[in-house]
């Protein structure tokens, strides 16, 4: 599986939009991009995921670069049950890894 | 329309016991992960179970511990002679299978376990 590179932490303000980066340069043709959340004390859960092109969903919005070396995470608009672990999960094969992940923390 | 069921949420044992994990995995979905949470650090694969076999369980740890996914009843992680560095939070996660690399998977709340 490729290997990511994600912030440890960013901060954000409540309504304002968030953009989370992830880098995986050693991405392969096939692999698709996940995206996973995991709030506090809880399990993650799924958020979104793509190939090549832009993706959206009512939880958030993927978009990949045009070479797949990278992709943000985009939550329009922020909310404080928005504040978790985001992991950045790209890889073909039938086991996904997750790195540290970027703990998103949202203000009032 | 259950997710997926993990069962104890918190157990707590003393060191040298055993630690039995259970996870039902969502209707329909035939295959079965477990991975890892220590304190403060991400997710480490342990091991990935399809119906009556073990995938691969390049993550787990050699010695005192096991992983089943039998035929009828839930997937069981199993650990013997618990240590305190196996306290952790042990996460099921389950997928229908379909490995066109869009491998979604749907986890449960976990077991935390904690070993005095």
Known sequence: DAKTTQPNSMESNEEEPVHLPCNHSTISGTDYIHWYRQLPSQGPEYVIHGLTSNVNNRMASLAIAEDRKSSTLILHRATLRDAAVYYCSPGGSYIPTFGRGTSLIVHP | ?116
């Open chain 2, 1 to 116: 329309n259950a997710g997926v069921m993990q069962n104890p949420r918190h157990l707590v044992r003393r060191r040298g016991q055993e630690a039995r994990l259970r996870c039902s995995p969502m209707k329909g979905h035939s295959h079965v992960y477990w991975y890892r949470q220590l304190p403060e650090e991400g997710l480490k694969f342990m091991v990935y179970l399809q119906k009556e076999n073990i995938i691969d369980e390049s993550g787990m740890p050699k010695e005192r511990f096991s992983a089943e996914f039998p035929k009828e009843g839930p997937s069981i992680l199993r650990i013997q002679q618990v240590v305190r560095g196996d306290s952790a939070a042990y996460f099921c996660a389950s997928s229908p299978g379909q490995h066109s690399g869009a491998n979604v998977l749907t986890f449960g709340a976990g077991s935390r376990l904690t070993v005095l």
